[in-house]
């Protein structure tokens, strides 16, 4: 064996390889870049959504980085002498074999086109997925991201998304209920809740429309239970619950209207 043809080609080979490893990740730096500085310039632009613009972009991304991905092991083994159409054309037909038996791969990107065309969810947007509640972080062509508010992240197949629920298109709806005796005056009570709302609507600007005292929602055990709806701002529907029931809680103890909880009643026998 002449070992210095075989170094010197050896040394010939690392030094494409290690060529071809700048090339590659200089080349995934650029197109990166070029990627978020276009769709950035496409969000001041204004003419679409933020939410659509991230989303778009992530996509953008993934599919640049499996194109380079390929080119890349294309280049490599012809750096190590074998014949890249061959074994391209070869893995074509296993490919086709192969696509067969990997019908939920298709299936995950055909339905994670639909998503995408129809604009289903969008990246930020709060929605309900095969059962998942949570924020979208990635909508790609095979899975989609939704991080849930226990901030778990949840991968999930597109086509395990038979149905979507978005709630983030258009704005939300904050409910309370809030209950009072049976002995307090139902009128009364709708009156100062009516006031605290009317209150709190003009200082909140978080809430669209009311709140409004919609009127006795049930009849308890113990208690007349109260709604109170309003619209608010996306996201901020769970805010606004949290101050009205705080501030809808310290008027009715301010008027001396009780809201009633469960009491237990010992009765103790005694022994003839």
Excluded at 45 to 50: E, G, V
Excluded at 114 to 138: C, K
Excluded at 214 to 224: A, F, H, P, R, W
Aim: proline letters at 1%; one cysteine or more; aromatic letters at 8%.
């Amino acid at each position: 064996m002449n070992w210095t043809s075989f170094l010197e080609g050896g040394i010939e080979i690392f030094g494409q390889a290690v060529i071809a490893i700048i090339a590659f990740i200089i080349a995934k730096s650029i197109g990166n870049k070029i990627i978020k500085t276009g769709f950035t310039k496409m969000q001041e632009q204004k003419d679409i959504s933020l939410g659509r613009v991230k989303t778009l972009e992530k996509l953008a991304l993934n599919a640049f980085s499996y194109v380079l991905i390929f080119v890349f092991i294309t280049i490599v083994i012809s750096i190590f002498g074998l014949d890249a159409t061959g074994l391209i054309a070869g893995a074509g037909i296993i490919g086709l074999a192969i696509g067969f038996g990997a019908q939920g791969l298709v299936s995950d990107v055909v339905t994670g086109f639909f998503i995408l065309l129809e604009r289903q969810i969008d990246v930020g947007d709060y929605v309900t997925a095969s059962g998942l509640d949570g924020i979208v972080e990635e909508v790609g062509l095979r899975t989609t991201l939704i991080r849930g508010f226990d901030g778990t992240l949840h991968f999930i197949p597109n086509r395990n998304i038979s149905s979507v629920s978005n709630h983030s298109r258009g704005n939300m709806r904050a409910l309370v209920d809030m209950s009072i005796s049976y002995d307090d005056n139902i009128d009364e009570a709708v009156k100062v809740m009516q006031a605290v709302c009317d209150r709190i609507a003009t200082e909140d600007e978080r809430i669209v429309e009311g709140p409004n005292v919609v009127g006795v929602q049930s009849l308890g055990d113990s208690d007349v239970v109260l709604r109170i709806v309003a619209k608010t701002v996306n996201m901020e529907q769970w805010a606004v619950e949290r101050t009205l029931r705080k501030e809808l809680k310290e008027a009715l103890d301010a008027n001396g209207i009780e809201i009633p909880f469960p009491h237990q009643v010992y009765i103790e026998k005694k022994n003839a």
